[in-house]
Nanobody
Framework: QVQLMESGGALVQPGESLRLSCAASEIISSAFTMAWYRQAPGKPRELVASITPGGSTTYVDSVKGRFIISRDTVKKMTSLQMNSLKPEDTGVYFC??????????WGQGTQVAVSS
């Protein structure tokens, strides 16, 4: 059963913007911390941004000032607005929902490619 579904990945040119969305199932309550990870070819998966139930956000240094994570708890949607995209932002982007030590869900991923 799919708990998280990402969408919005695409091929874009450097400097352009893209918005990723993550739709969560009913099991994912507003108590979960939501996050976006990415995995570039040949590299480990890294945390890009996260948002707590209270709305506190964190970002990896490489995207600060360019990416914005947000969530709509009523619609159960988490978004990642990505601006001024760079080739190094290329990768598969995964949505994650986590609550405590035992509730940890992942989406299937959506591909983002930044190339001229």
């Amino acid at each position: 059963q799919v708990q998280l579904m990402e969408s919005g990945g695409a091929l874009v040119q450097p400097g352009e913007s893209l918005r990723l969305s993550c739709a969560a199932s009913e099991i994912i309550s507003s108590a979960f911390t939501m996050a976006w990870y990415r995995q570039a070819p040949g590299k480990p998966r890294e945390l890009v941004a996260s948002i707590t139930p209270g709305g506190s956000t964190t970002y990896v240094d490489s995207v600060k000032g360019r990416f914005i994570i947000s969530r709509d708890t009523v619609k159960k949607m988490t978004s990642l607005q990505m601006n001024s995209l760079k080739p190094e932002d290329t990768g598969v982007y995964f949505c994650n929902a986590r609550l405590g030590l035992h509730d940890d869900y992942w989406g299937q991923g959506t591909q983002v490619a930044v190339s001229s």
